[in-house]
C-alpha cells in the first residue's frame, strides 16, 4: 500500500556554478568556430539563392506558384538567420574576449566587506 520513500539524490555538479572567468584562448576559439561557420552558411545561402533564381517556376496553377514561392522564401530566410546567428555568436565571443582581456590587465582591487 504505502510505497517507501527513497532519499532523492542531489545533482552537486548543477548546482555548482563556475565562478572563474572564460579563458581568452577558449573565447577566440570559439569565435573563430562560430564565424567559420557563418562563412559557410553564408555561401551556402548564396548558392541556394543563385539556384532558385536560375530555376523559375513554370506552372499555370496559381496555387502551385504561391506554395513554391513561399516554400523558397522558408529556405532562404532559415539559411539567412543561420548566417546572421553564427554571425553574432562570433562577434560576442570576440567581444567577451576583449572583455576578460581588459580585465585581467587591470590592475585587482581588495573588495572590502562593510
Do not use: D, W
Amino acid at each position: 500500500m504505502n510505497e517507501p520513500k527513497t532519499p532523492e539524490k542531489s545533482n552537486s555538479s548543477a548546482s555548482e556554478t563556475n565562478s572563474n572567468p572564460p579563458s581568452i584562448f577558449r573565447c577566440i576559439i570559439g569565435s573563430v568556430v562560430a564565424a567559420t561557420m557563418a562563412i559557410a552558411c553564408y555561401f551556402l545561402t548564396s548558392s541556394i539563392a543563385q539556384y532558385f533564381a536560375n530555376r523559375p517556376i513554370h506552372s499555370p496553377n496559381y496555387l502551385v506558384v504561391n506554395i513554391t514561392s513561399a516554400v523558397r522564401t522558408l529556405i532562404i530566410g532559415m539559411s539567412t538567420l543561420a548566417t546572421g546567428v553564427f554571425s553574432l555568436i562570433s562577434l560576442g565571443l570576440l567581444a567577451l574576449a576583449i572583455q576578460v582581456t581588459i580585465q585581467q590587465l587591470k590592475p585587482q582591487t581588495p573588495s572590502t566587506k562593510n
